[in-house]
């Protein structure tokens, strides 16, 4: 027997209107549109050197993987 909890964690990953699922693949596709932007932007700024490293930010990270 599925729980009330379990029974809405199913209910909420497969959706049961078409509407349900429309929505899902709009909102799948303005976030991959909105990263496909954003690698741009990042790529535009590379490519004209205005592209900054974070050297601070980019040593405590390394530092932190190494602990």
């Known amino acids: 027997m599925i ?3 379990n029974g809405s964690a199913i209910a909420a990953a497969y959706p049961s209107k ?10 799948a596709t303005v976030s991959s549109h909105s990263e496909a932007s954003k690698v741009d932007e990042l790529k535009k700024s590379i490519d004209s050197g205005e592209y ?16």
């Not at 078409?18 to 909102?27: C, G």
């Open 52 to 67: 900054k490293v974070d050297i601070e930010a980019l040593s405590q990270k390394m530092a932190d993987s190494l602990l």
């Open 18 to 27: 078409a509407s349900d699922v429309k929505e899902q693949k709009q909102t």
């Open 3 to 5: 729980s009330q909890t």
